[in-house]
């Protein structure tokens, strides 16, 4: 299972960190991943990160995210600096054996947490 938390609500240029702890078993050799979807919107694409450590973005959050994982504590966590009101969504994590940006490459899925950036 994934358990996602750290959303809340912050204002336009503050930070959150997401964090998303695994328990049951390892996914250390699972690529990891975070997806948003905003009110009326389609799930998004947001970050992973590989069982490498090798991390991708979506363009849109590159230079201000950050994925990050701890595999020791099998957690995943996403720093996210200069929010903007377009980032506000409810974030999930994920866990998948490819990784990358397709929702349909991950197997496993958090709860979600929601984050909101007000003006």
């Known amino acids: 299972q994934l358990q996602a938390s750290g959303g809340g609500l912050v204002q336009a240029g503050g930070s959150l960190r997401l964090s998303c702890a695994a328990t049951g078993r390892s996914f250390r050799n699972y690529a990891m991943g975070w997806f948003r979807q905003a009110p009326g919107k389609e799930r998004e694409f947001v970050a992973t990160?590989?069982?490498?450590?090798?991390?991708y973005y979506l363009d849109s959050v590159k230079g201000r995210f950050t994925i990050s994982r701890d595999s020791a504590k099998n957690a995943v966590y996403l720093q996210m600096n200069t929010l903007k009101p377009e980032d506000t969504a409810v974030y999930y994590c994920?866990?998948?054996?490819?990784?990358?940006?397709?929702?349909?490459?991950?197997?496993?899925w958090g709860q979600g947490t929601e984050v909101t950036v007000s003006s």
């Open positions: 990160i590989s069982s490498r450590n090798s991390p």
């Open positions: 994920a866990a998948g054996p490819i990784g990358g940006a397709s929702s349909f490459n991950y197997l496993d």
